[in-house]
């Protein structure tokens, strides 16, 4: 599903260049479930932005299921990420001012799903999340764990490739993250492909494979026994 | 089209109702631009229209001849010798310049402006009498309040007839006594009262106090002859009153045996010139009017520009969101633009229906009120559609700025941690 080689990235900051990424080298399997791990500094977030075509890198390659991902101007960046990714933030990111329906509906708005098939859809995944009562409500009338699972079900409303999740517990106390990590894992047990960015090994642990970064370079890369996040919620 | 999807309307009613006070206050600039363009538009349309209503009846292409004493020497004759002209002159003018369009010659009862004793039942009234071919009334059109105005039958069977002003009515009648019908005597000879008109307040060539009998009437009653005191003319709609003005001098100070250097000799007034006056007037001030309107309605957009551009800082977090789910920079654009375009468009109908309710308001409290040069304050279809255009042109070029301020937007510093 992705195939990445020899990517590099470095930011300039006045005058001294950061080298942040130097040479990452990893595919992902079609329905893999992979924990981006490495603490602050190692790159990971700039990793995910590349992989997300938020940001570009310097040299490499990158393969998203079988498309070379390069040359991106803003336009066509927006349509591969509205076609090929979903993502999860770890502040949720829904639009304050629209229903959890709506923010769901939103990429298939920029998909150009007619109306009623947006709505049908959006109640559909809200379904699947487990909100779907709480279709009308505002972001602010929800709970953290509540928020992160409407940003989900919006990330799985355009039906994409691959889920991106940018450390998705972050915002969460321990047992909700525990109740979001059980959903992530029963989309995952339905073949989707996801990657999560966290620094937290509990979370890691509820993945099939964690690749740990350092200082650029991934250092580890092994698949894991799952721990299933049922058991605590 | 995408004009009619309703999403995007529903996208871009949502944003700009999310924060109605903030929206409300944008749009206030322009409301109040619109107000005042409006107004300013439509008293300048109102005073046009009030001088217009002024001179109703009025031939704007006429003037007026009449004869003096001469001021030079000239062929043998001493300087000062009073000129008189005859009937004779009018036909020689309508035939030899074409230009003409109406002659209306006139003579009145004693020297110029002189007044006469009008008599009834013991009542009298010191009036202006005048001999008029009933033509006169096509270059000064008499408001009549009662009756008719002279006409060609009175003409050629030479009727006593005669068409008095209202204040002689008022001198020579009780209040709401019937006048038509009724005889006044002048010099000794009795006329038949046949209309009323009210003199015209602001253009008053006539008098305040006059009494018309027809030409030959005059002729035959005070014994006139062929004498004539002066004339009405109006020329043709496409020619310059002042070129046939001095063709006619020319033609009269020759056939006079006048210098042709003498000013004085014939007197004349120009009534194009006062028109044209008035009318370079009030076009220059429908112009100032509009350019003072436009850039307050400038004004009034740039405020909006300024409110959208802090809405998209504002907005930072939630344009970056909208990017990563794949919104285009086309779309984040285009629903910038029509934020301002919807915002300024609104506000101007708003301002635009305030305005209009002023104008209204105004229009009934000085209703036909003549003193008031002001009549009718209305702005015209093209100037309302001008404003309009030029206002959504406007908001467009000036919505562009926060539009293309949000799409320098990166989705990936909009969503970063902070």
Request: hydrophobic share 45%.
């Amino acid at each position: 599903m992705i195939q990445i080689k020899d990517l590099h990235k470095s930011y300039k900051m006045g005058k001294n260049s950061l080298h942040v990424l130097k040479g990452i080298n990893f595919n992902v399997e079609e329905g893999e479930l992979v924990a981006i791990m490495g603490s602050s500094g190692s790159g990971k977030s700039t990793l995910l932005n590349i992989l997300g075509m938020l940001d570009s890198s310097d040299s490499g390659e990158y393969i998203l299921d079988n498309v070379p991902i390069k040359d991106l101007n803003e336009t066509k960046a927006a349509r591969y990420r509205n076609k090929f990714l979903g993502f999860v933030f770890q502040s949720f990111n829904l639009i304050n001012y629209k229903s959890a329906a709506e923010n769901v509906a939103l990429p298939l708005y920029y998909q150009k799903v007619p109306r009623k098939e947006r709505q049908e859809k959006a109640l559909k995944y809200l379904e699947q999340v487990g909100l779907k009562e709480w279709a009308g409500h505002l972001p602010s009338e929800l709970s953290g764990g509540q928020k992160q699972r409407v940003a989900i079900a919006r990330a799985l409303a355009a039906e994409p490739k691959v889920l991106l999740a940018d450390e998705p517990t972050g915002a969460l106390d321990s047992k909700t993250s525990y109740e979001v990590m059980d959903l992530i894992q029963k989309i995952n047990d339905a073949g989707n492909t996801i990657l999560i960015v966290t620094h937290e090994p509990d979370i890691a642990d509820m993945c099939k494979r964690i690749v740990h970064l350092k200082d650029g370079v991934i250092i580890e890369d092994k698949k894991i026994e799952q721990v299933r996040a049922e058991q605590y919620v | 089209m995408w004009i009619f999807d309703r999403d995007l309307w529903s996208e871009i009613f949502a944003t700009l109702g999310k924060n109605l006070f903030r929206t409300f206050l944008t749009m206030l600039g322009v409301i109040i631009a619109m107000i005042i363009l409006v107004l300013l538009l439509g008293g300048a349309n109102g005073m046009s229209n009030g001088f217009q209503k002024i001179f109703a009846g009025t031939a704007s292409n006429s003037l007026f001849v009449w004869s003096q004493s001469t001021s030079e020497p000239y062929k043998g004759f001493e300087r000062g010798r009073r000129i008189q002209f005859k009937l004779e002159d009018a036909t020689i003018l309508k035939e030899q310049i074409p230009e003409i369009e109406v002659l209306a010659p006139r003579i009145e009862l004693g020297s110029h402006r002189g007044v006469v004793t009008v008599y009834r039942n013991g009542l009298t009234s010191g009036s202006a009498v005048y001999g008029d071919y009933p033509n006169v009334d096509e270059i000064m059109k008499k408001k009549l309040v009662e009756g008719r105005f002279l006409n060609e039958n009175d003409m050629t069977e030479s009727k006593k007839v005669c068409v008095i002003g209202e204040e002689t009515y008022k001198l020579l009648f009780e209040k709401g006594e019937n006048a038509i019908g009724e005889d006044v005597r002048i010099n000794g000879v009795f006329f038949n009262i046949v209309g009323i008109y009210k003199p015209n307040q602001n253009i008053n060539i006539d008098g305040e106090n006059s009494v018309y009998i027809p030409f030959s009437t005059f002729q035959k009653a005070f014994g006139s002859g062929d004498r004539m005191g002066w004339m009405a003319i109006s020329v043709q709609s496409d020619t310059k009153v002042p070129v046939v003005e001095s063709q006619i001098k020319r033609l009269l100070k020759n056939k006079y045996d006048i210098n042709p250097t003498d000013e004085r000799a014939i007197g004349s007034f120009d009534m194009s010139e006062v028109f044209n006056n008035v009318s370079a007037f009030t076009g220059v001030l429908q112009g100032v009017s509009f350019f003072v309107g436009i850039l307050t309605l400038l004004a009034g957009v740039i405020a909006i520009s300024n409110i959208l551009l802090i809405t998209v800082k504002e907005r930072t977090k939630e344009i970056g969101i909208r990017r990563a789910l794949g919104a285009t920079p086309k779309v984040v654009k285009r629903q910038i633009v029509l934020e301002s375009i919807v915002i300024t468009v609104f506000a101007g109908f708003v301002g635009f229906a305030i305005a209009i309710g002023f104008l209204a308001i105004a229009n009934n409290m000085i209703g036909e009120n003549s003193d008031v040069p002001f009549y009718n304050l209305m702005i015209s279809i093209p100037q309302f559609l001008g404003s309009f255009v030029l206002m959504v042109g406007l908001s467009v070029l000036i919505g562009l700025i926060p539009a293309n301020r949000a799409i320098r937007i990166k989705p990936i510093d909009a969503l970063r941690e902070e």
